[in-house]
């Protein structure tokens, strides 16, 4: 996720590259070429000695100069961020989440219930959730889901600790939040057999028709 998340960053700053080097060209290079032509014409003795610099070529020059400090600013704060992130980005010991230090502040918030735990398949799912503000138990990442072609098995993703929080942290209900996907399926109905024995209560998130659905 730390990766995805780089990856979308530089994705912004190509973009603002790009941008920045379409300024440029409008506001330096086509004033420049004038000027160039008008050396050339004093070279054959055909220009004028009083050239200069066309008055929006000089006036986009200044604005140009004054909007590239203050980007290149930014940029340097942006990178300054994205080093900081790569660095000392790691996943949450308890759930999995990306975070900076050991425990993250999901996990240390002592109002949230701790009871329940939503299980989803990734960080950004985890995230989804927490911006709609729906839920105010904690979650647990799988960071990933079950699948036979990708030869991605139980030991393979974060389930046997999801095992362990159920007896250490006295959890009555787990909360299912995976994908309707055949992997996301199968990931479901491989915990709750898994859970069977324990007297947790397994539930999901509800799902209805489509639009245009038929029910047989």
């Not at 070279?43 to 000089?58: H, K, Y």
């Not at 980007?71 to 994205?82: D, E, K, N, S």
């Not at 996990?107 to 949230?112: G, H, L, Y």
């Amino acid at each position: 996720e730390v990766l995805r998340t780089l990856l979308g960053i530089g994705l912004v700053l190509a973009i603002l590259l790009f941008a920045v080097v379409g300024l440029v060209v409008r506001s330096i290079v086509v004033p420049l070429s004038q000027s160039v032509s008008a050396l050339g014409n004093i070279a054959r003795g055909e220009g004028d000695l009083r050239f200069r610099l066309p008055e929006s070529g000089r006036d986009e020059l200044s604005q140009l100069s004054v909007n590239f400090n203050l980007f290149a600013g930014q940029m340097a704060q942006l990178a300054g961020l994205m080093a900081n992130v790569a660095e000392n980005a790691r996943e949450c010991l308890v759930c999995g989440n990306v975070t900076q230090s050991d425990i993250c502040p999901i996990c240390e918030d002592p109002s949230r219930a701790s009871g329940e735990i939503c299980v989803v398949t990734d960080v950004a799912d985890l995230w989804a959730l927490e911006r709609g503000r729906a839920f105010r138990g904690r979650y647990h990442v799988l960071g990933g889901s079950l699948s036979a072609l990708d030869e991605i098995g139980p030991d393979d993703l974060r389930i046997p600790q999801l095992i362990d929080r159920i007896a250490d942290e006295n959890i009555t209900e787990v909360i299912l939040a995976l994908s309707a996907t055949v992997e996301g399926q199968t990931t479901a109905h491989y915990i709750a057999e898994a859970l069977a024995p324990t007297a947790v209560a397994v539930t999901g998130l509800a799902q209805g028709v489509p639009i245009g659905g038929e029910l047989d």
